[in-house]
DNA sequence: ATTATATTTGTCAAATATTGACAAGTCTAA
DNA sequence: TTAGACTTGTCAATATTTGACAAATATAAT
């Protein structure tokens, strides 16, 4: 199982046979750089996402998945979070949809 | 149910009384910041999650379970995640815990 | 061993983002 | 109408992130 994005990233890159220079010049950003990434030494952008997923023609959302899971996993580690936190993340999500509902839906009162 | 991190900081502080200048003066910021905080237009700092604790003598887990879910929450639903996400960013705590182990314990030897 | 290519690491200025602070505004209740 | 509570806008100071380059190391082929 692979963990940081760095690792996925170059999971990815090994095994379509690229170069960190190659990636890194479709990915618009510099070797050195990337090769950082890979490492963990430097957080992926997110305005890369769309990049990479075309890159690798992968969905989008799959790619997300990766990253954002990542970066939640980082942080609850780092903080000493409890695991209670995604749960409640969850909650907070599903509220946060309810109460801002998409355009063109129909949104009923409901209670406050 | 509250969501945001701020509405969470206003509920601690009418319920216990306070203005926003006493509360922002114990936490070391100012007041219009605070109330920028409260109505979602500043992020909370999380140097100053253990000053909250201490303020309303709450369980400093408590907060930052708090203050986390709702980050992760507004990640999720800005950049439209899948819910998956929290599943796999808990596999990802997991493994994180299990590969790097507190100092003390024993670690033995797992594949790869 | 020597060359070429790939990768890693260090550094730093520039670009961005966050913060602290203050002034001026509204709102409410006395 | 004054006082206290809160809100909003702004901006310089500070902090963080990024892009870029040079130099070091590693790897592989000849």
Redesign the interface.
Known sequence: ?K?SFGEYIRKLRTENGMTLTQLAAQLELDSANLSKIENGKREFDEKRLEKLATVFSLKL?DI???F??????????E????????M??????N???S??VKQGEIKFNTNE
Chains 1, 2 share one sequence.
């Open positions: 199982m963990t959302d997300k998945t990766e954002f899971s990542d970066l939640f996993a980082k942080k609850i580690y903080n000493n979070c409890s695991m209670e936190t995604l409640v993340a969850e909650e907070k999500v509220y946060l949809k109460k801002n």
